[in-house]
């Protein structure tokens, strides 16, 4: 008898730190998925501020768009876009640099040819172009040597983003 009570309480001592355990894990859990939501909030927000005023350094001044999207020079700027800039860029994503998607609610059309063309020209020279050097942890945008065909069309399907 004393064994059969002995085995029974040592059964349910053991039942019972199991339960223990489990509510352990489950808290445990539920802190993680918190803090990885606080850190996928955070990538969203881009500490640069939207400046539309400016220009850049470079060639292009006062480049203003036709309303019409120009849907060839679209297809050639995206091949020249998954060829060049995937590297760095993603769309809708932060990587090495700055998602591209909206970048004309950001940035004036100057200032963004001016950045695909002159790349090293505008990272010595243009403040925003420095603070965005700085919030990307120094990885500078590397002069694809583009020509100014190529910095159109690029331009031109950024507006389809």
Known sequence: MKKLLSVLALGALLASCGEEKKEEKKGGFEMNRTKTETKAVEAKSEGVPVDMDNQG??????????????????????AKFK??????????????????????????PSWVMNMIANPDIMLKE??????????????????QNLSEEDTRAVAEYLRTL
């Open 126 to 143: 243009d403040p925003i172009a420095q603070a965005l050097l700085k919030e990307y942890n120094n990885a500078i945008m590397l002069n």
């Open 83 to 108: 060829a060049v800039c995937t590297a760095c860029h993603m769309v809708d994503k932060r990587l090495i640099g700055p998602a591209l998607k909206g970048v004309y609610e950001r940035r004036s």
């Open 57 to 78: 350094v470079g060639d292009y001044k006062e480049i203003s768009f036709d309303a019409d999207i120009d849907a060839e020079m679209a297809a050639a700027g995206e």
